[in-house]
C-alpha cells in the first residue's frame, strides 16, 4: 500500500538525505494503516521541492511520546548532534496536542530512501571514501596533514560525482557530523577525523571525560572483551561523549552493542586522547580492563 505525507522542507530535507529515518507520528486511523513493507511518497509544504519515495522498514508504537524519545535514537528522529542535547517529547506539543497523544498514542515511522538518492548525498559519501580512505579513486593526493587540493579534487571528483564549489560548500556545511572542514580560503579540504590513511589532521590532544562510549556489533563483544577495542583499518579507536551516539554508531554493524569506557582511570594511566574537530574521541587502544558493557 501506498501513503503520502507532508513535511516541513527541514526534515523532508533530512529524510531525503538518510539523516533522519524515522518519522514521529500520532497513531490516529490514518497512520494505524501503515504497515511494514508499505510505501511512503513524502512532499514537502514548503517550496517546490520534487516529492520522493520511501519503504517502511519498522513501526515502533508507543502510548506517549515520552517512552518513545527514551526508547528510540533521536539521531535518528530528526535530531542532530547540536540539538539532540535539548531533546524533550515536549518538543512534539507543538505538532499534536497531549489530549490527542493520550487518546491515540504515538508512533515512529522507520524508513529506508528508494532510488534514486539525493545526487548530493550520493557526492558525500564519495568524498569521505577520498579525503579518508582511497583518494586514488578519483586521482588526487592528500598531504600529511590530510589535505586535498580543492580545485584538483572537483576535476576528480568530475566524472563520476560532479560538483560545483557551491555544492561542495553545501556538503561541508550541512553534513550531519560535520565530517569535513576547509582552510581559511577554501583552497584545501580534509576530513576531521575516520581516516584508515596514515594522515596527522593535527587532532587536538586532551584529557577526556571520566567515562565514554563505543557502540559495536553484538558479534564483536566476546572478541572485544578479550582483546580490547583495536582500531582495525582506522588510525584510532572512536569514542563517543553519549551513550545514543554509541547506539547509531553500533547500529551500523549490525544489532548494537554499547560499551563503557573508563577513560578518565585510562588517562590518569598514560593513555593519550584526542577530540577531533567534529567532536569525536579518539584514542590508540583500549584495553578490555577499562571496558564494561553498558547495561542500560
Ligand atoms: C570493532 C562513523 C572485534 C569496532 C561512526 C567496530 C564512527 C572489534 C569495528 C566512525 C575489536 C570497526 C568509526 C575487536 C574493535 N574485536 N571487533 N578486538 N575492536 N572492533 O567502522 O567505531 O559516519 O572502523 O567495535 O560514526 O564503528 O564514517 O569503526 O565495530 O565515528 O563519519 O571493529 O565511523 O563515522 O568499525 O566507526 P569502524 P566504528 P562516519
Not at 579525503?131 to 576535476?155: C, F, M, N, S, Y
Request: aromatic share 8%; charged share 25%.
Amino acid at each position: 500500500m501506498r501513503h503520502l505525507m507532508k513535511l516541513r522542507s527541514q526534515p523532508f530535507r533530512m529524510i531525503r538525505r538518510g539523516q533522519k529515518t524515522i518519522e514521529l507520528r500520532l497513531y490516529d486511523e490514518k497512520r494505524r494503516q501503515i504497515k511494514v513493507g508499505d510505501e511512503i511518497e513524502f512532499c514537502c509544504s514548503q517550496g517546490r521541492e520534487k516529492p520522493f519515495m520511501v519503504r517502511v522498514v519498522a513501526l515502533h508504537r508507543f502510548d506517549h511520546f515520552s517512552q518513545l524519545y527514551a526508547s528510540l535514537p533521536l539521531l535518528k528522529c530528526g535530531y542532530t548532534e547540536e540539538t539532540v542535547k535539548h531533546a524533550s517529547p515536549d518538543d512534539m506539543d507543538a505538532y499534536y496536542s497531549k489530549e490527542k497523544q493520550a487518546q491515540y498514542g504515538v508512533v515512529g515511522i522507520e524508513v529506508e530512501c528508494l532510488a534514486p538518492t539525493d545526487p548530493l548525498l550520493a557526492a558525500s559519501r564519495f568524498l569521505s571514501l577520498l579525503l579518508r580512505h582511497k583518494p586514488d579513486a578519483a586521482g588526487i593526493t592528500l598531504d600529511e596533514h590530510g589535505w586535498a587540493d580543492v580545485p584538483q579534487l572537483l576535476r576528480g571528483m568530475a566524472h563520476r560525482h560532479p560538483l560545483t564549489m557551491a555544492q561542495l560548500e553545501e556538503i561541508v556545511r550541512t553534513d550531519s557530523k560535520q565530517r569535513y572542514a576547509f582552510n581559511a580560503d577554501k583552497t584545501k579540504i580534509r576530513a576531521n577525523q575516520g581516516h584508515s590513511v596514515r594522515v596527522d589532521v593535527e587532532l587536538e590532544q586532551l584529557e577526556p571525560p571520566a567515562v565514554l562510549y563505543h557502540g559495536t556489533g553484538e558479534k564483536n563483544v566476546d572478541s572485544i572483551l578479550k582483546e580490547g577495542l583495536l582500531p582495525q583499518t582506522r588510525l584510532y579507536v572512536h569514542l563517543s561523549k553519549d551513550t545514543d551516539t554509541a547506539q547509531t554508531v553500533g547500529a551500523r554493524h549490525g544489532k548494537p552493542a554499547v560499551f563503557v569506557v573508563e577513560s578518565g582511570r585510562m588517562y590518569a594511566d598514560g593513555f593519550v586522547f584526542y577530540r577531533s574537530q567534529n567532536g569525536v574521541w579518539l584514542t590508540a587502544h583500549v584495553p578490555p580492563a577499562y571496558l564494561k558493557r553498558d547495561d542500560k
